[in-house]
Each structure stands twice: as structure tokens, then as C-alpha cells.
């Protein structure tokens, strides 16, 4: 995949707002680029001799299976790159295979979006401040057949904000659809930044679905979240768009993983584009890889077929890393296959 001319284009497709709002990052350089030069440093160790004949990236998580590993991270707002929304990125998803994690920041109201679902679809969720707007979305997400909830954990608020958000926070032209009543500049200063373990328990209790974790880069952190009781923990810098000099994500993974120690899966995303950067992903331990704004380029661009172009394609380069380094499926694929590689440029 050479994602520069599906950026370039996408950028030509979106208003000036709309584009920085994707773009943006806490610190000054553009999108996830310090995150994929990250997982560039990581060198792959191929396996020889393996006898292999078929490559298969199936992936089966949480009780459902998809074609591939890589899933669609929760992204705010499709209503700004495509005039259908999250349905048009959810039939993308649909045709590549792949899982999709709904924005709770969605122009598609929840409902509307669960009844254009025919598969397996998890919901990502804000705890307001005000929790009775949080309860009726998440309501009416487990009404609509969320197969699980994803916390997010990460929006520090903050009282100095990133520059990108202030500007959008004032002219964003997408409402939010789960949230009529306020508008985009309420909804975002009503998110919880204050949350603790024990809401990530109080969800699974309330809701009896499976909860998980996202936006975690500290061990310590992801093992509080597994004794709360997550189902899984997505180890996330939110895109870069939370703090400046965050750790790149390749570099907090495996020891999140080490944390958890099995006792529940890990997803990982942040600057991840292309098949290598998903087996380094795999290699350190993350059973699943999320992707976000190259959905979004895909979206604006093409639409639908954008956003399947984008995933398919990246599961096609991972069964060539797959073949070319002896995986004949995703459990083959494990840390003896990575070492740091700080020369590599791709
Ligand atoms: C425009 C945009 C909106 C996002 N909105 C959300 C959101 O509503 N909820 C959430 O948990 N993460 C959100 N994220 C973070 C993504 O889920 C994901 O962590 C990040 O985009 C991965 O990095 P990548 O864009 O380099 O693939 C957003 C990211 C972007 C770029």
C-alpha cells in the first residue's frame, strides 16, 4: 500500500477544517508519523524451513471470526468524508472482512447503525460527566447489538488543548448524531477525563457486556484494567492526539502484553501502514491490529470501496510478510521474529 496518494487525495476531497481535525496531533508533526517510524525500527526475523503451504489470516476474537487481523479503530465524525457516514465505512469493513469499532462520536446515530450492521460490531463508548447522556447511548448501543463496548480511557481533557481541537471545537460542521441536543463543542467538553477501574467494572456490571479498555500505554495501568475485569486492553495513543512526546505505541506494546500475561487478548493501533507494521504488531503480542486514519482517507476518497480497498489491502501485504517469513497463520507469528532495527528505513 502506498498510502501518500490516498492521503493527498483525501486531503483534496475534505473542507480545510475537516482535514486538519483528521490530521491533527498533539505535537507538531503531521498525523501518526512518529508512531510509524516506530514500528519501522522493528526488524523482522524470518523463519526458514517451515514447510509452509497455505497462508491464513483469519482472526477469531471474542467468540467471532474475521478474514483479518485488522480492525477499524473508533474514528469520530465519518459524516465529514462521506455523506452515508459510519454505514459507509461499516460496508467497507463488511466486504474486507474486517472487525469495526463504532465512534460513540458517530454522525450516525447508534441505532441506525446496528440495524445497516449484518455482523459482529463493537461500540466504543465516552463516560459523560452528565452520566445520563452516556447511559442512554449506551443504552441504546447494546440495544442495537453491540457485541462489546470499548471504554476509552485516554482523553485526558486537559486544560491546555491541542490546537486542532480548539479550532474544530468552534466550527466542526458534523453533529453528533448520538447526541442531538448538544453541540460538537458541548459533547467533547462533557467527557468524563476522571475515570477510574472501578468504571470499568460498573460498565460490565450495568450492561453484562464484554468491556474494553482503550487508550492504555502504562503496564501498570493494563493490569488495573484487567483486575477490573476488561475483556481486552488497546493499547492506544489515541492517534498522537492527546499528548505531545507521548510513546510511540510499538514501544509500549510489549510490555502491556508482558503485564497482562494472557489473561486477556491485546489490540494495539497507531501508525500502522502496512502488512510488515501489522506482523511486527503480531510478532510483540497484539492479537489484533486497529487502524484509523488511513480508514478515513479511504472513506473520503472512494467511500465504501475506499475504506475496503484500504483494509484489504493491508491484510493482502500481511499474507505476503506472513509467506515471505514462515506464518502460515496469526498464532504462528510471535516475538522470536522481531529484534530492534534502528537502520531500517522501511
Ligand atoms: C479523526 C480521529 C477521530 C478519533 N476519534 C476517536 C474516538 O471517537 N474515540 C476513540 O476512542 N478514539 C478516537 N480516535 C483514535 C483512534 O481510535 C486510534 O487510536 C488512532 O486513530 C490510531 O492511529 P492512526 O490514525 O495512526 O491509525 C480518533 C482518531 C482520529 C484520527
Known amino acids: 500500500m502506498d498510502f501518500d496518494p490516498i492521503r493527498t487525495a483525501a486531503r483534496s476531497a475534505l473542507d480545510p477544517l475537516s482535514w ?37 489470516t483469519t482472526l477469531t476474537i471474542a467468540g467471532a471470526t474475521f478474514s483479518t487481523p485488522v480492525l477499524v479503530a473508533p474514528t469520530a465524525a465519518h459524516g465529514l468524508a462521506h455523506p452515508d457516514g459510519e454505514v459507509a ?75 486542532f481541537r480548539q479550532n474544530t471545537r468552534v466550527g466542526l460542521p458534523a453533529l453528533p448524531g448520538n447526541f442531538p441536543g448538544l453541540t460538537w463543542a458541548q459533547m467533547s467538553a462533557g467527557i468524563d477525563a476522571n475515570l477510574r477501574p472501578d468504571h470499568v467494572s460498573g460498565l460490565i456490571e450495568s450492561t453484562g457486556l464484554p468491556v474494553w479498555v482503550k487508550g492504555v500505554l502504562h503496564p501498570e495501568d493494563a493490569v488495573a484494567a484487567v483486575e477490573a475485569g476488561a475483556a481486552g486492553v488497546i493499547v492506544s495513543n489515541h492517534g498522537r492526539r492527546q499528548v505531545a512526546g507521548v510513546v510511540p505505541t510499538a514501544e509500549a506494546l510489549g510490555d502491556v502484553v508482558d503485564a497482562v500475561g494472557g489473561r486477556v487478548p491485546v489490540v494495539v493501533d497507531g501508525g500502522i501502514r502496512s502488512g510488515v507494521d501489522l506482523l ?53 507469528i510471535n516475538r522470536t521474529m522481531v529484534r530492534p532495527a534502528t537502520f531500517l528505513t522501511r
Open 89 to 163: 465505512t461499516l460496508n467497507g469493513a463488511a466486504a474486507a472482512g474486517a472487525l469495526m469499532i463504532y465512534s460513540s462520536s458517530a454522525r450516525v446515530e447508534v441505532t441506525e447503525f446496528g440495524a445497516a450492521a449484518d455482523g459482529p460490531w463493537w461500540a466504543q463508548v465516552y463516560l459523560m460527566r452528565d452520566r445520563l447522556v452516556s447511559d442512554d447511548y449506551i443504552a441504546r448501543a447494546v440495544a442495537a447489538g453491540a457485541r462489546a463496548l470499548v471504554l476509552t480511557v485516554d482523553l485526558s481533557g486537559g486544560l491546555a488543548e491541542a490546537p
Open 20 to 56: 486538519d481535525y483528521y490530521e491533527g496531533v498533539a505535537d507538531g508533526r503531521p498525523e501518526s508519523q512518529t508512531d510509524h517510524e516506530a514500528w519501522q525500527r522493528i526488524g523482522i526475523v524470518p523463519r526458514v524451513m517451515q514447510g509452509l503451504t497455505e497462508v491464513d
Open 280 to 332: 511486527r504488531a503480531l510478532a510483540l503480542g497484539a492479537s489484533a491490529v486497529g487502524v484509523g486514519r488511513p480508514v478515513l482517507w479511504g472513506l473520503a476518497t472512494t467511500g465504501t470501496d475506499g475504506v475496503r480497498d484500504v483494509l484489504a489491502g493491508l491484510t493482502v501485504e500481511l499474507r505476503q510478510a506472513m509467506a515471505a517469513t514462515g506464518a502460515g497463520s496469526l498464532s504462528a
